[in-house]
């Protein structure tokens, strides 16, 4: 009786969770085009003038969120003048990926240059945030070519003690995982989901309907959870592997990252050794700013990527004199 009890009920939860998925993808359509790239489908979208001046601004977001996260604020600001493309990392919002093993920041950054290459964008700015942090420093060492420079938003860059939670273990691990997420996940998560944001934007205030307006019931979809689980267990062993390299990156990179003000990604272990580490390096942190730099001083942001431009210019201008 208890068996058939638990049957009914994990029966009821997987029902409850694909209305879910169907509400969510009803009220978060892509807005995008579709990239075909060798092991998964890129949702891109592209926005401000293609001629603009310059090189095109690539952003990239971090863990449990999607492109909307890049996009809000600064993106569309910078789009008015810029040509801004914003993209949803293999496995996240719009895009997919055959395999949940490409987690990587190697095999997302093949990924991401190939649907560039698509694109026809020669050398990109890219913008990351958080885990995205490891990809953009993963695409300047393994495509140098397409990489103007780095503004790297409260990176991950280095391995870090501890884990990532006891819970993205259990979504990681075979069948345990695809239960849960086919289960509990989206009706569990839509309870969490709201203090989960606020806690990552303390100890600044989380902005108003941010969970609405940035598509995050898009993460609770099964095949996003455990794309997003997989992408954290995977990432501390990725960058152990890639940090020893970051020396020889020759970009410029603009690091911008709170205090110790921001609990989710240490400056001390990540951003200021970076700094350290990258020969052509800025470092700038921000005395009481949380994890989620681009909500928190948008306008900095800004004005260090067309600083950065600028810089670039100046250079191009030199050498042809």
Do not use: C
């Not at 309907?209 to 997003?228: Q, S």
């Amino acid at each position: 009786m208890v068996a058939l009890i638990v049957v009914a009920a994990l029966a009821v939860l997987a029902l409850v969770t694909q209305a879910g998925v169907l509400l969510a993808q009803r009220d978060h359509p892509a807005r995008g085009r579709m990239v075909e790239v060798d092991g998964a489908t890129l949702h891109v979208v592209d926005i401000g003038p293609r001629d603009a001046a310059g090189p095109p601004i690539v952003m990239l977001h971090g863990a449990s969120s999607n492109l909307e996260v890049m996009r809000q604020p600064v993106g569309e600001r910078l789009a008015q003048h810029r040509r801004v493309i914003l993209i949803d990392r293999p496995g996240h919002g719009w895009s997919t990926r055959d395999r949940l093993e490409d987690s990587t920041p190697e095999i997302q950054g093949r990924m991401v240059a190939q649907a560039l290459q698509k694109l026809g964008v020669g050398k990109a700015i890219f913008v990351a945030h958080s885990w995205a942090g490891a990809l953009g420093l993963r695409i300047a060492l393994d495509q140098p070519q397409m990489v103007a420079g780095l503004v790297l938003l409260a990176p991950v860059a280095y391995p870090w003690p501890g884990g990532v939670g006891r819970y993205n273990q259990w979504i990681a691990t075979p069948v345990i995982g695809p239960l849960l997420a086919h289960t509990i996940t989206l009706p569990l998560g839509l309870l969490l989901a709201e203090p989960g944001a606020r806690g990552v934007f303390l100890p600044q205030p989380m902005p108003h309907d941010f969970v609405r307006n940035t598509a995050t019931a898009l993460l609770l979809r099964p095949r996003e959870f455990l794309a997003n689980a997989r992408d954290l267990v995977t990432l501390k062993a990725a960058v152990a592997g890639q940090a020893p390299r970051y020396a020889g990156i020759k970009a410029p990179i603009t690091v911008i990252a709170g205090d110790e003000s921001d609990k989710t990604v240490s400056t001390r272990i990540h951003s200021r050794p970076l700094a350290a580490a990258a020969p052509d390096a800025k470092l700038i942190v921000l005395p009481g700013v949380g994890h989620m730099v681009q909500n928190a001083a948008p306008d900095l942001v800004m004005a260090e990527i067309e600083a950065m431009i600028g810089t670039m210019a100046s250079n191009t201008a030199a050498a042809v004199n």
